[in-house]
C-alpha cells in the first residue's frame, strides 16, 4: 500500500475511533446539565443520584473523546501536510477558533464540576456542566463548519498557490455545515438516549433501584423519540443539499447509474460497480428518488455515469453504509415511539420482552453514527475538498510508507487496547448502578 | 495595518501560547514523571493526581491552542513542522493519549496491579513530552535539514528521528526535563501538606543545581549550534529576556532554600516562560529555519496565513484569549488550597 492509502486508513480508523465516544459526550452533557437542573430546582435527591450516576458515564467516555481528539488535529498536518498547507488559510482558522472559544470552557469546567462539589453553590455547579456542555456543542458546530467547507467550499479565491479566504462570514454560514450540525448533533442526543434507555432496561430486568431507573427510562425515551425524528428530518435535508452540491456522492449512495428525471427508489438494490449497473432492482416506489432529492417527483437525478470513472467514489460501500444508516435510523424512531408508551405504563418492569430488545439497541445508534461518517468521508472521494483538491495530492511528501505503515499499527494497538478497558469500565460502572450514599455532597452543599 | 504588523502579532502570540503552555503544562508533566519519587504510598499518589486534577486538562488545551494558531496563523509551518517531525510527534501524541486517560482510568479499580500499571504509565508518560518537547525545540533552534522553494512549492525534508537526537538537541532535550522536574517539585510542595509537601520541597532544591549547571550547558552551546543570538547582539535591549531567565532561575533557588516555596514557584514560572521568549527572540523572524540552506528557512513571512485571516484571528484572540485568562484564574483561585491525604480519602470524585 501507498502512504495516501495508509493515511486514509490512518484517518479513518482514528476518526471513527473518535466518534465512538464524541457522540455520547454531545447527548450525555446535556442530559446530564438536565438532571443536575431538576435537581437544584425541586430539590430531590433522586435527581442527584441520577446526575452522579450518568455523569460517571459521561466523563468515563469523555476521557478518551478528548484524548483521540488531538490525534485529528496533530495528522492534518502529520500526514496531509499538502492539504493544510493548501488549504490553512481557512480551514486553520476553525480549528484555532475551536480551541480558543469551545475547548478551553470545556476542559476548564469538566475540571470545575468533577472537583468542585464540595467548593462551590449548588446552582454555581449546575452552571458549570451547562458551560462544560455548551462548550461540546459549540466545538461540534465549528468541526462541522469546517468539514462542510471540504464538501461545499465556499468563501475561497484560489491565489498564490492556495485556497484563500474571501468570506469568513460565508464560511461561517454554510448551509451543508449547519444541516449537517443539526444532523449530527441530533443523532448524538438520540444515541446518549438510548444508551439511557438500554442501561435502565439492563438494571428493571434484575429489578435494581426500579424507581431511579424507570425515572431515567421515561426521560430518555421521550428524548429518544424526538431526537431520533430530528435526526431524519434533517438528515432528509442534508440529502438535498447533498443532491445539489455533491451529486457524484448522492448518485453513489442511492447508486444511481443513469441520468434521468422522475427516478424511483428500489427499496432491493445491489450495485454492480464492474458493469456499471445494479445486480439487483427490486420494488420501486416511483418517483421517490426525485423527491427525496430535490422535493421534487419530477427532478433529474445526475447518474454516476455521467462522471469520469476516477471521479466517482466507491459506490458499494458508499450506498451500503447510507442504507443501514437510514435503516438504522427508522429503527430507532420506531422503538423509541414503542418506549415512551411503554414507559408510561405502571408496570414496564414487567416488560421483559421489550426491556431485553432496549439492552440489544444500545449499539444500534453507534452504528449509524459510523455509517454515517463513512456516507459522508467515502462519498466526498476522490476529492478531499469536494471539487477543488483531490486526495491523492493532499498527503505529506516527506512521509514514507513504513511510518505511516508503523504508526497506523502503533495506533491499532494503543487504541484498541484504551478501547477496550474503556468499555470495560463503562460496563462495570453501568452495572454497579447508582451511588446510595450522597450524604457528604448534600451536606456541604447544604452550607453553600 | 500591512501584513507583516499581522504577521509579527502571530509570531509574538505564537511565542507566548508555548510559553504559557509549557509554563502550566511543566508542572503537570514534572509531578507525573517525580510521582513515583515523591509519593511513598497510594494515599500520596493519589494526592499528587488531584493536585493536577482540576486543571491538567485545561493546561493541555494551551499545546492544541497553539498548534491551532500555527495552523491558521502559518499554514505552511505548520504542514511542514508537523509533517518533517513525523515520527517524534508521533510519540508525543502516544503520550498525551496515554496520560490523559491515566488520571482518569487509575482510580476506577480497587487493584494494586491496575494502579500499578497506570502509574507506571503516568511516570513514562510525562517524561517522554518532556524531553521530546525539549530535543524538538532544540532541533528548530538549531534547524531542520529541509529545503524550501517557496515559488515552484517544492518541500523536501532530510532528517530522520534519529537525527534529532543530536548533541544540542538532547541537551535543550534534558534542559526541559530539570526545568519541569524543579517546576513540578515546587508545585507539589505548595500543593500538598505534611511529608509529601516536605520532600518536594527537598527534591526540588536538589534538583536546582543540576537544572543550573545544564542552562548554563544550553547557553553556551547555544552559540555554535545556532544563529539564535545573533538578535540579541543587533539588538543588545533584547537581552534583557536571556537576563530576566536567568535571574528568575536564581531566585527560583534564593526562595527554596529559605523554604517560601510559592514566590520560588512564580519565578519558576518565569524562568520557564523566559527561556521560551529568549528562543524564540532568537528565531525571529524565523518560525523553524533550515540548517542547511538559509533560503529555505520557514518565516513569518514566507509562510502566513493572508491578511484577512491573520486579521480575523486576531480579533478572535483579542475577545477569547482574555476571557480564557480571567476564567481560568477564577479556577485556580478555586481550587488554591493544598490538597491533603484526608481531601482524598473522603472524596467520592478525587481521581
Known amino acids: 500500500m501507498d502512504v495516501v492509502t495508509l493515511s486514509q486508513l490512518q484517518f479513518a480508523a482514528t476518526g471513527m475511533f473518535h466518534w465512538i465516544f464524541v457522540p455520547l459526550t454531545l447527548g450525555l452533557s446535556i442530559l446530564t446539565a438536565w438532571m443536575e437542573t431538576r435537581y437544584v430546582t425541586t430539590g430531590d435527591e433522586m435527581w442527584l443520584r441520577m446526575t452522579k450516576f450518568w455523569g460517571k458515564l459521561f466523563l468515563i467516555n469523555f476521557a478518551l473523546g478528548v484524548v483521540t481528539g488531538i490525534t485529528m488535529e496533530f495528522q492534518f498536518g502529520m500526514n496531509w501536510s499538502e492539504y493544510s498547507r493548501y488549504v490553512g488559510d481557512i480551514f486553520g482558522a476553525p480549528l484555532a477558533i475551536e480551541a480558543t472559544l469551545a475547548f478551553f470552557l470545556e476542559s476548564v469546567f469538566i475540571g470545575v464540576w468533577i472537583f468542585g462539589w464540595n467548593k462551590i453553590s449548588k446552582k454555581a455547579h449546575m452552571v458549570t456542566i451547562w458551560l462544560a456542555s455548551v462548550a461540546t456543542n459549540i466545538s461540534a458546530l465549528i468541526i462541522l463548519l469546517a468539514n462542510a467547507w471540504m464538501q461545499k467550499p465556499v468563501g475561497y479565491v484560489l491565489r498564490n498557490g492556495r485556497a484563500e479566504m474571501e468570506n469568513f462570514l460565508t464560511v461561517l454560514t454554510n448551509p451543508y455545515g449547519w444541516i449537517k450540525f443539526t444532523h449530527t448533533l441530533l443523532s448524538g442526543y438520540a444515541l446518549a438516549a438510548f444508551l439511557i434507555m438500554g442501561v435502565s432496561a439492563w438494571h428493571l430486568l434484575r429489578g435494581n433501584e426500579i424507581d431511579f431507573f424507570k425515572r431515567s427510562f421515561k426521560i430518555a425515551a421521550v428524548w429518544a423519540f424526538v431526537t431520533s425524528v430530528g435526526t431524519g428530518l434533517t438528515g432528509d435535508f442534508h440529502a438535498v443539499e447533498i443532491a445539489k452540491t455533491q451529486p457524484s456522492k448522492f448518485a453513489a449512495m442511492e447508486s444511481q447509474w443513469e441520468t434521468k428525471r422522475g427516478v424511483g427508489m428500489n427499496l432491493l438494490l445491489l450495485p454492480d460497480p464492474a458493469r456499471e449497473c445494479n445486480a439487483v432492482e427490486q420494488v420501486c416506489v416511483p418517483n421517490a428518488l426525485s423527491m427525496l432529492a430535490f422535493h421534487d417527483p419530477n427532478a433529474e437525478i445526475k447518474g454516476l455515469k455521467d462522471f469520469p470513472k476516477e471521479l466517482r467514489p466507491m459506490v458499494t460501500p458508499t450506498f451500503l453504509s447510507f442504507r443501514l444508516m437510514a435503516g438504522l435510523g427508522t429503527i430507532m424512531i420506531l422503538t423509541s415511539l414503542v418506549a415512551i408508551f411503554l414507559s408510561r405504563k405502571q408496570n414496564l418492569e414487567k416488560r421483559r420482552w421489550f426491556l431485553t430488545l432496549m439492552v440489544f439497541a444500545i449499539p444500534a445508534p453507534y452504528l449509524a453514527e459510523q455509517f454515517g461518517w463513512l456516507v459522508s468521508e467515502l462519498g466526498r472521494q476522490p476529492w478531499i475538498v469536494y471539487g477543488v483538491l483531490k486526495t491523492a495530492d493532499a498527503v505529506s511528501k516527506s512521509i514514507t510508507t513504513t511510518q505511516v505503515a508503523l504508526s497506523l499499527l502503533g495506533f491499532t494497538v494503543l487504541y484498541g487496547l484504551l478501547g477496550a478497558i474503556d468499555i470495560f469500565l463503562l460496563v462495570k460502572y453501568a452495572k454497579k448502578g447508582p451511588d446510595k450514599d450522597l450524604s457528604t455532597i448534600v451536606n456541604v452543599q447544604g452550607r453553600a | ?351
Not at chain 2, 6 to 16: A, P, Y
Not at chain 2, 24 to 48: Q, S
Not at chain 2, 236 to 250: E, G, Q
Request: charged share 10%; glycine share 8%.
Open chain 2, 1 to 351: 495595518m500591512d501584513i507583516s504588523v499581522f504577521q509579527t502579532i502571530w509570531f509574538v502570540l505564537w511565542g507566548v501560547l508555548w510559553a504559557v503552555y509549557f509554563m502550566l503544562d511543566g508542572f503537570v508533566f514534572g509531578t507525573g514523571f517525580l510521582a513515583g519519587v515523591l509519593a511513598k504510598n497510594d494515599t500520596e499518589k493519589r494526592v499528587l493526581i488531584n493536585a493536577v486534577g482540576p486543571v491538567w486538562d485545561g493546561n493541555e488545551v494551551w499545546l492544541i491552542t497553539a498548534g491551532g494558531a500555527t495552523f491558521a496563523a502559518f499554514p505552511t509551518t505548520y504542514a511542514l513542522m508537523f509533517s518533517n517531525l513525523y515520527s517524534a510527534l508521533l510519540l508525543l501524541l502516544f503520550s498525551l493519549i496515554v496520560r490523559g486517560v491515566s488520571f482518569e482510568f487509575r482510580g476506577k479499580l480497587e487493584s494494586a496491579t491496575w494502579k500499578g500499571a497506570w502509574d507506571k504509565a503516568i511516570i513514562v508518560s510525562s517524561f517522554l513530552p518532556s524531553l521530546l518537547f525539549g530535543v524538538a525545540f532544540g532541533n528548530i533552534f538549531k534547524g531542520i535539514p529541509m529545503k524550501n522553494d517557496f515559488t515552484a512549492l517544492n518541500f523536501t525534508y532530510d532528517g530522520t528521528l534519529i537525527g534529532l537526537l543530536n548533541p544540542y538537541g538532547l541537551v535543550t532535550g534534558v534542559l526541559f526535563v530539570l526545568l519541569f522536574a524543579v517546576h513540578g517539585s515546587l508545585y507539589a510542595a505548595i500543593k500538598t501538606t505534611g511529608d509529601l509537601s516536605k520532600r518536594s520541597a527537598v527534591l526540588a532544591n536538589k534538583l536546582w543545581l543540576p537544572l543550573l549547571v545544564v542552562a548554563v550547558v544550553f547557553l553556551g552551546y547555544t552559540y555554535p549550534a545556532t544563529k539564535l543570538y545573533d538578535n540579541f547582539l543587533k539588538a543588545p535591549l533584547l537581552l534583557i529576556i536571556p537576563v530576566i531567565a536567568v535571574a528568575s532561575l536564581l531566585l527560583v533557588k534564593f526562595f527554596a532554600a529559605k523554604g517560601q516555596c510559592y514566590k520560588a514557584f512564580t519565578f519558576s514560572c518565569l524562568t520557564i516562560v523566559f527561556v521560551v521568549f529568549t528562543g524564540v527572540t532568537g528565531l525571529f523572524p524565523n518560525l523553524i529555519p533550515s540548517s542547511i540552506d538559509p533560503a529555505s528557512n520557514l518565516t513569518i513571512f514566507n509562510s502566513s496565513s493572508s491578511l484577512l485571516t491573520l486579521q480575523i484571528m486576531t480579533v478572535v484572540a483579542l475577545i477569547c484569549v482574555p476571557t480564557v485568562i480571567a476564567y481560568k484564574i477564577w479556577v485556580y483561585r478555586l481550587f488554591r488550597a493544598p490538597v491533603s491525604n484526608e481531601d482524598v480519602l473522603g472524596s467520592h470524585e478525587a481521581y
